[in-house]
């Protein structure tokens, strides 16, 4: 589970890191003196490898039910605890 939250951490950063913007300005006088001025803004934005984002998902979706399921059996056993040291006894000391 914790190679899986690194990978899926390692995964973002990398998505989240890699975007560029990039402006370009480019600003001209003519013989009468008036200025001329145009921008370009780009974003780029990098590709995402489609296979590698369903293999982190599904290691993630496997992590998060292999830790259900561990956290169900904890509580189970935790509530049969309970149970065995909070049954009423009769009379005799015997537990029902």
């Known amino acids: 589970m914790k190679a899986t939250l690194i990978a899926a951490a390692a995964v ?15 600003t001209s006088v003519d013989s009468t003196g008036t200025v001329t001025s145009t921008s370009v803004e780009s974003t780029t ?7 590698a984002t369903a293999a982190a998902t599904a290691a993630t979706t496997d992590a998060a039910r292999d830790a259900a399921h561990a956290t169900g059996t904890a509580m189970e056993t935790a509530g049969q605890a309970i ?7 009769d009379t005799t000391g015997t537990k029902h």
Do not use: F, N
């Open 12 to 26: 973002a950063l990398v998505l989240t890191g890699a975007c560029t913007q990039k402006t370009e300005t480019e």
């Open 45 to 51: 934005y990098p590709s995402v490898d489609t296979a």
């Open 83 to 89: 149970q065995e040291k909070t049954a009423p006894t």
